[in-house]
């Protein structure tokens, strides 16, 4: 079966400075890999994906994640962070036809 | 439709009613998810649907919780004997197939009181 593990419940980063939100997974076959984004009372929306092909993936306001087999992750980056980046941030996998699953979800907050 | 419809969008219900939320999926899409996020929780899952069976229902909480889909397409969650501890945004996602990205609806905020 797979998971997600997304280390850190809750991360700070000063205005300005570098997001890294980490996820990593488990499976048993090369997986689909997905970041999704839920801003406050808002549902989730996608951020970003893997499928096959290039490993580092660019996705919408600036992130970007790179898939990495050797380590099994799949962390999420943003070179600055901005005010409008406050959110949770949730990374998910699927194996391949199968159910997707999520990890718990990263709180970010953005400190001015 | 153009997105993941659920309704109603917001329910209030009274310990011990049943209530019934529905999830109206994008068309055409064959994986139908359901997930609970409770208050400062993650997404905890609840069950999937590919066409209208249920592969993984693993994630019901207890068996007041059932769900069904039809046509492959809407699909109805049912708690009955709603209890406080049942209050949360339950979540519908669907994806194309289960090989995609699962696309989310706005979520029913359910409130037992």
């Known amino acids: 079966a797979q998971s997600v593990t997304q280390l850190g419940s809750h991360v700070s980063v000063s205005e300005g400075a570098l997001v890294l939100l980490r996820c990593n997974y488990s499976?048993?076959?090369?997986?689909?890999l997905f970041w999704y984004v839920q801003y406050p009372n808002q549902g989730l929306q996608l951020l970003l994906k893997?499928?096959?092909?290039?490993?580092l993936v660019k996705g919408i306001n600036g992130f970007e994640a790179e898939f990495k087999k050797s380590e099994t992750s799949f962390h999420l980056t943003k070179p600055s962070a901005h005010m409008s980046d406050a959110a949770e941030y949730f990374c998910a996998v699927n194996p391949g036809y199968q159910k997707v699953t999520f990890g718990t979800g990263t709180k970010l907050q953005v400190i001015p | 439709g153009a997105g993941v419809s659920q309704s109603p969008s917001n329910k209030v219900t009274e310990k011990g009613k049943d209530v019934e939320l529905r999830c109206d999926p994008i068309?055409?899409?064959?994986?139908l998810y359901w997930y609970r996020q409770s208050l400062g929780q993650g997404l905890e899952f609840l069950i999937y649907f590919q066409g209208n069976s249920a592969p993984d229902k693993s994630g019901l909480p207890s068996d007041r919780f059932s769900a069904e889909r039809t046509g492959g397409s809407v699909s109805t969650l049912t708690i009955q004997r709603t209890q406080q501890e049942d209050s949360a945004v339950y979540l519908c996602a669907s994806s194309l197939d289960s090989n995609t990205e699962a696309f989310f609806g706005q979520g029913t905020r359910l409130t037992v009181v």
């Open positions: 893997y499928t096959t092909g290039a490993t």
């Open positions: 499976s048993s076959v090369p997986p689909y």
């Open positions: 068309s055409g899409h064959t994986a």
